[in-house]
């Protein structure tokens, strides 16, 4: 059977009933057996839960009762969401053996809504350090090309869901960490508003830049997700009370009247080469096609953001790992070690002043809103080799991502392209805050004007040559 399937796809023929949960979540269990140990993928299998899951999704049907978008829908966790007697290791040494009594909410709301759960899905450890070998369990590989990485730290999903073991998953992002893997993998990933999605029963990395979201094949497919994860949670401090919307249903028109405001000084700043500038102007074209005005914009550089998102974020992650940092450092990997020390540098005074930099940073951003409807840049370069990141890597690589985990505003990551390796290249659409649905719209429509999403890696070829 074949699983390279949308989500989307999956839902209407489950409820045409020319598919079922059950024989579409058997196939995607026999192709992760098959393929996944050229990826590594997924840690934690769930093939028990998740045919029980896919079981009761069918008898709901059978019985008439529909649950919403995400019902018989297979999916994968990152293995720092929290799931009820299921291992939840962060990657860590430290954490090799913890089994969660509770579930994360955001994994009560998905089962809640019938979806089916396949398993842990691979991590850099603590959604920080990484790629890395010496924790708990091998880096996942890209499938497009196993020797390449697929960014991080959602790495295992973004993977997953281009290898087609899955049409959606959990990431988190901290300053990408769901674009990133999306860029990396060819698939979509938002980063929906801060505030919008629950937090809680999810390991921490910056409590005040942390956001949980969907990646996904598609856009529409990403909608879907988050039209059931999304929601006001007053345990959670960082939660926003503000209306859940329906965002697959919403996805539908084209772009007349839209403005878009490019950042080109940005793409300056990174020193963007000739071929991904190109692929981003393309895609620009398609979106004017689509009845979009395209306007240069200005914001603050992207170091300035980078700067005040690293005191902040490096001091709370200090915060939240220094007892094992301290107690029992051989427990961490050697990348989390060194990046969590960082945190132990920074004086307070330097993290108020951030803090304070920060405030001025969104206010300038969100200044820039009052004048266009979406910001879009690329989301990065396509995957480099998988091999270990150098430590200074984390002060000097400039960011198209980061910004927007300092202003909390919603950023989708789309598939624009391929290089000359095969390798994706990537779309990144900026929503002023709480616009999920525009966001994701702007996304969906350059989705249906493109053949992108045709488009899947041939990871079989790879299990020949290693058998070769």
Sequence with gaps: MDTFLSAAEVAARYRDKSLSPVEFTK?????IEALDPVITSFITLTPERALADAAAAEADFARGVDR??????????KDIVETAGIRTTGQSKSLADYVPTTDAVVETKLRRAGGVLLGKTTTWEFAHGGPSWDVVAPPAANPWNPAHHPAGSSSGTGAAIAAGFMPVGIGTDTGGSIRMPAAAC???????TYGRVSRRGVFPNS??????????????DAAMMLSVIAGFDPLDPGCADEPVLPYHEMLGGDLTGVRIGVPWHWLDEAGTPDASRAAFEEALAVLAEAGATIVPITLPTLQDFSDAKKVVAMSELYSIHRKTLIETPELLGESLRYRIQCGALIRAEDYV???RWRT??????????????????????????LEPTPHEWLFTHKSFTTPFNTTGNPALSICNGFNEAGLPYSLQIVGRNFDEAGTLKVGHVYETLTAWRKERPKLESFVTAEAA
């Design 27 to 31: 196939a995607c269990l026999a192709r």
């Design 68 to 77: 919403g978008p995400m019902q018989g829908i297979p999916y994968g966790q």
């Design 186 to 192: 060819g698939t979509a990933g938002i980063k929906a």
């Design 207 to 220: 409590f005040s830049h942390d956001h949980v979201g969907p990646l996904a094949w598609t856009s529409m």
């Design 353 to 355: 002043q951030a803090t």
């Design 360 to 385: 001025l940073l969104t206010r300038a951003t969100q200044s820039v809103f009052a004048t266009v409807d979406f910001i879009l840049t690329p989301t990065a370069e396509p995957a480099g080799k």
